[in-house]
Each structure stands twice: as structure tokens, then as C-alpha cells.
């Protein structure tokens, strides 16, 4: 055996070895649940039934799931009165009772590694978005509240979608220029109000941004007003194109005001 082919084998071996002495001490948990399951970052087959994922047709711009097809590039009712800021967003699941407990343990509990099969997940549903993108940016998150949470879960979705889709990312493209007050609980106007002029590209990647199209990334996209917010900055410093790709999505009956 040459010691390259003995080198890849005891690093096999090892590997082996290390993985098993892992999954002993931590069987591997489904994402949603909690059940034992077979393989790491993986649901059950019950939470994997339930989760509601986002498939065509969809309105060509914010991903509105349509009940009926109707036709390519058909938008849909508040796209039409007025354009979002951001050119295509696109979601993996609808936010529900069945993902909320799994984004939440993302969120805020220990359960990082979930970013692995979720970027997996999310380069599928943003196929499209990918292959356009020049690079990939997080939602930015202000420095007390990533204190407080530990980390910014849109900037570690970014980092796993990049080395899953070969895309350069810029975790640092955007940053909250002054402190926010939570969104939950906001509706979409004292949202808007909430997040005017709080979020601004990053001076001094100004010049790496221009003439880019730049893939946005966040958690879940609810009423749209905090990837407004980054799609206006980034424009604003030059960005070609500001595509969105979350990994969920709320989807409700649209109030036309
Ligand atoms: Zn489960
Ligand atoms: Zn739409």
C-alpha cells in the first residue's frame, strides 16, 4: 500500500472511530422534535411530513405561494401595487406551528449545527437566486442583541450556504447604524418606521459591494420591511441586484390597504 492510500485510509478509520465515540455520548436529535433519530442535522420522517414547503407556482417576486398557477412571472397583488425593494425572494418552508419550535431552538437554544442542513435546504429553494449571485450577505443583527442571542443565525446561514453553494460571502456587508427595538409584535407600518435609516452598508465595503448582485439571508421573512431595509442600503451603495432567500416564510391572507 502506498502511504498516500494508507494516509486516506487510517484517516477513514479514524474518522470512523471519531464519529462513533461522538454519536455514543450524543445520539443524534431531530431538528424539530427532539426524537432520536438515524443521522446528524435531520428530522424525523414525522416532522419532515409536516413541514410546509414552498413549491411553484409563487409570485415571481416576493414568493408568495399562488393556489393556481398563473403563468411565468405572474406577480402578485401587493407586488403589483407596489414593487419590493428586492428583486426575487424565495423561502425553503411556510412559517408555522411545525417549523416555529425548530427556528426558535435555532434561534435561540443550542442547536447551530441545524445551519448545516438548513443551508442544504435553502441552496435547493434559491437554485435560481444562487446562480445569479455575486455574493452572500446576512441580515445584520445589532452587537447587544448578538450578545444577548450569542450569534447572528442569518450571518451562520450565510457562511454554511456559501460552502455549500461555492459563493463567496461578506458577513459584514450591512450593519445596524443605531439600535432597533425588537420587530415581534410590530405591525408592517411601525416596522418600517422602526427600521428607517437603522441599516447601512458598510463604508468600507462599499467598493466590494458595487456593481455586485448580492444575495440577502435571514431566518424567516414576515413582513418583508427588514430585507427592504437592506435591499435600500445596498442599492444605495451601488449593489447591481438584491436577490432574498430565507429559510422560512409567513404566509397569511393579504390585506390590501
Ligand atoms: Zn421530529
Ligand atoms: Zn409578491
Redesign the pocket.
Known sequence: MEASSTLTFMTAAVRRVGRGTLDLILPPRCLACGEQVADPQALCSSCWSKLDFITAPF?A??G?PFEHDAGAGA??A??LARPPRYDRARAVFRYGDESRGMILSFKHADRTDAAIAFAAWMARAGRELLQDADLIAPVPLHYRRLVWRRYNQAALLALRLGQAADRPVMVDALKRARATVSQAGLGARDRKRNLAGAIAANAARAAAIKGKRVLLIDDVLTTGATVSACARALRKAGAAGVDVLTLSRVVRAQVLD
Do not use: E, H, S
Open positions: 409570485c417576486a416576493c408568495l406577480l402578485c401587493a407586488c
